[in-house]
């Protein structure tokens, strides 16, 4: 049975022609198709895109029922071929772990899929918002704000380098007068938890690990710091609700005349000390928290601070509000006590 759905603050409006949503059983990609579900007239109007679909991704999809699916290599030759014309491609669909270490696999996946998608968009005029990533700044010495050169950007991943790359393949097709989609939004996600995330193994939030480590032996371990200047759970990160995340994908989509790379976090960066603690009081419990040393295989590749500039999204009409911490964490809390109670059979 599926868990109770979570439903985004905003639903987007039904948009006329199709919709195609890649990486649709993944964690995002489900909280989008599950919110579009609720508005449009048919579900023959959304498609869900993805790789071939396993066990541990299969219940992602039951939120939106009756949503026909394609595999993504069966869906862009379908595209190409002129046999399917969606209006609008939400791209979400990725490899997105931050220790991936085939570049080939990345660049496939990452790098030349987007290309294709980009550019069957320029050339029938349609929508395309697609995902890039927070991890192309780095180790943010750069800083953080989307309205700087991206040329500048040094990204600590693989996964972050087939992000980039695709971010300055796009700003170098518009530079040079080519024939651009009649919307081309990428959005550089944060931190994002929520629902439809148990998939992802050592990459699901911190908010999905602590939840658990608590209702196995009720204390948590975080990271130890390996710099001076952050104590241990000191490092600082952009949490952001993926209920926030769909609610300005949907904004976005129902303003096809904006285009451009925009950040989407929430402005304020909370250390992960703050983020448990808060996971601690929506059990009603009093944090324990323990720190181990960092695995050798990130500390150079660690990220410790993140923190979206915003203003950009905001000139442009879309100054939204975030979902404070407490509260987000607290829905997601009460969405895995569901979740859990729902598969025992007690809901």
Partial sequence: M????????????????????????????????????????????LLAVDHPLVDAKR?????????????????????????????????LGACSSTTETSWDYLADNNLRYSQRLWNWCAQHKRQLIYASSAATYGDGSAGFDDEAPIQRLQPLNLYGKSK???DLWVEAQIAAGKTAPQ???????????????????????????????????GTVRLFQSHRPEYGDGGQLRDFI????????????????????????????AESFRTLI???????????????????????????????????????????YS???????????VAWLRNSVARKAGNL
């Fill in 2 to 45: 599926s868990p109770t759905p979570f439903v985004a603050p905003t639903i987007p409006c039904a948009l006329p022609g199709l919709i195609a949503v890649t990486g649709a059983a993944g964690f995002i990609g489900s909280r989008v198709l599950e919110v579009w579900a609720q508005r449009v007239p048919s579900m023959d109007q």
């Fill in 59 to 91: 219940d992602n999809l039951t939120v939106a029922p009756g949503v026909p699916f394609l595999e993504h290599t069966t869906f862009i030759d379908r595209l190409e071929r002129g046999e399917l014309d969606p209006q609008l491609i939400i791209h």
């Fill in 164 to 166: 980039h790359d695709f």
């Fill in 183 to 217: 919307q081309s939004v990428g959005l550089k996600f944060f931190n994002v938890f929520g629902p439809g995330e148990s998939h992802k193994g050592r990459m699901a939030s911190m908010v999905f690990h602590g939840w658990h480590q608590i209702q196995e032996r």
């Fill in 241 to 268: 609700s993926v209920s926030d995340v769909v609610s300005v994908i949907g904004a976005l989509a129902e303003r096809p005349q904006l285009s451009g790379l925009f950040n989407l976090g929430t402005g304020r």
């Fill in 277 to 319: 603690e808060a996971v601690f009081y929506a059990m009603g419990r009093e944090p324990q928290i323990e720190y181990i040393p960092m695995p050798s295989d990130l500390r150079g590749k660690y990220q410790y601070f993140t923190e979206a500039t915003m203003a950009k999204l905001a000139r442009v009409g879309l100054n």
């Fill in 322 to 332: 975030p979902t404070n911490i407490e509260e987000a964490v607290g829905q997601y």
